[in-house]
């Protein structure tokens, strides 16, 4: 029911198929996300076409498959703009601001509240167990920022900003290192998963729940030897594992 959601469980998928060069399947995905009509999950499938075309141009092996993806990316970006069934994706992308209350909560909210903690706060974090806690203590003006109690969204935040609020700028610089730290250790053909991670902090909650474990899964897999079994064929299977 939600677009951001759906776009976040199923963009592991996409990757796994891109990193295949299963480009039917990839195609197929990428058609439901674009449907989906969420702006986040548009942005992100751009990028991931992008990093595994040009990617792969560098690789002889991989450069007619990277040619034929960017002809796929071009028409892509033809029927996404011109066919009606994405008017409603192509509407809400041009029409995204951030002076949208859903869309200030989701991006600036949570980074203008940390910048009203005091030294300490900003430090080690605020004393509630939560960004809405601390949002229906009565510390925080709900009418500056376009809120009130009876919202159901209240006190969503951003991951980024959710870290700071709770665990300060020191927490902060541990979850920034550990995406850099995943980064650097994983092999260039997959680092475009940690990378969407890391700008998905920016934009979507994915702090201590069941999407933050699915992200924290993927990469984890990405670093161990078994991540062959995500990117060979079932010929190459055998070979490897017997």
Sequence with gaps: LEPAAYVSWIMPLLIMT?????LKYSII?????????????????????????????SNYETRRSSLIMLTVIVFGIFSFTSMSIFSTSMDKLTNTSVDDTSNSVRTTLGFELYKQLNLGQQLFGIPYTNAEEYMKSGVVNLRDYGLNEDLNYLGFVNSMSNCLLNYGMLGAILYIFMFFSFFRKTEKKQRAYVMLCFFSTFAQSAFWNSLFVIQISFMLICLSDDN???????KEREELYG
């Design 18 to 22: 891109l990193q295949k060069r299963k």
């Design 29 to 57: 995905i990428t058609i439901s996300i674009l449907l989906s009509s969420s702006v986040t999950g548009i942005l992100f499938t751009i990028f991931v076409w992008l990093y595994y075309c040009f990617t792969g141009l």
């Design 228 to 234: 062959m079994f995500l990117i060979v064929g079932e």
